[in-house]
């Protein structure tokens, strides 16, 4: 059965504080992983990971994949509040899970001012 | 353009009620997704389609009828449920159901409470 656990669970920073997100997995037939921010609503894409080793970055975003060790990591540097958010991260195991996503259980983050 | 619309935002119905949520995509996927999520929990895939047919049951009770009518639209239809089956209902999409890697697209969600 496939895992996907999160660490950490919660964390509260300080705006401009930087901050790791981390996402272990362990799915067969592994594609890609898949990166969600989820505000009150639908979780809203971030990054796909599909090779090791290489960053890929969005503004103060940046996110990198070993596959490995069946990793991925999340960072934000210089926090804001707007990124309050759940982070939730996905693997998707290809094969014949016609693209279901199993997502781990998200890390809260809360950024104050 | 990657959006994904559902209706209605919010939804109260009785438990001896009939409603259905729907999701609509422009896009030209042909996967289309049904997860639910609880208060503070991951969401979790119900069905997912593929072509207009079909792929996955996660073992979802029968008072949940998917429907799947073309490949922009896809309803869940709701009939005789439980207060627990309160919570957030998703709708998603991405190119393909094989081959990729694809992105997910997720839909803004629709409120569900059983009373």
């Known amino acids: 059965e496939d895992k996907v656990v999160q660490s950490p669970l919660s964390l509260v920073v300080h705006e401009g504080d930087t901050v790791t997100l981390n996402c272990s997995y362990e799915?067969?037939?592994?594609?890609?992983l898949l990166w969600y921010k989820q505000e009150k609503k639908a979780p809203t894409f971030l990054f796909m990971l599909?090779?090791?080793?290489i960053e890929k970055k969005s503004g103060r975003l940046s996110s990198i994949l070993d596959k490995k060790e069946l990793f991925s990591i999340l960072n934000i540097t210089a926090t804001q509040t707007g990124d309050s958010a759940i982070y939730l991260c996905?693997?998707?195991?290809?094969?014949?899970?016609?693209?279901?996503?199993?997502f781990g259980q998200g890390t809260i983050l809360t950024v104050h001012p | 353009d990657t959006e994904v619309t559902q209706t209605p935002k919010h939804l109260v119905m009785g438990m001896t009620n009939k409603k259905s949520l729907k999701c609509e995509q422009h896009m030209g996927h042909r996967a289309m997704y049904w997860y639910k999520q609880k208060a503070k929990k991951p969401p979790e895939l119900m069905f997912v389609y593929s072509y207009e047919k079909l792929s996955i049951n996660e073992s979802v009770p029968s008072r949940f009828s998917p429907e799947c009518p073309n490949s922009s639209l896809l309803n869940l239809h709701l009939h005789a449920l439980q207060p627990e089956d309160s919570a957030l209902y998703l709708c998603a999409s991405r190119p393909q159901s094989s081959g990729g890697p694809y992105e997910q697209y997720f839909g803004p969600g629709t409120r569900l409470t059983v009373t």
């Open positions: 799915v067969t037939n592994f594609r890609s």
């Open positions: 996905a693997p998707d195991a290809g094969g014949t899970s016609y693209g279901k996503l199993t």
């Open positions: 599909t090779s090791s080793g």
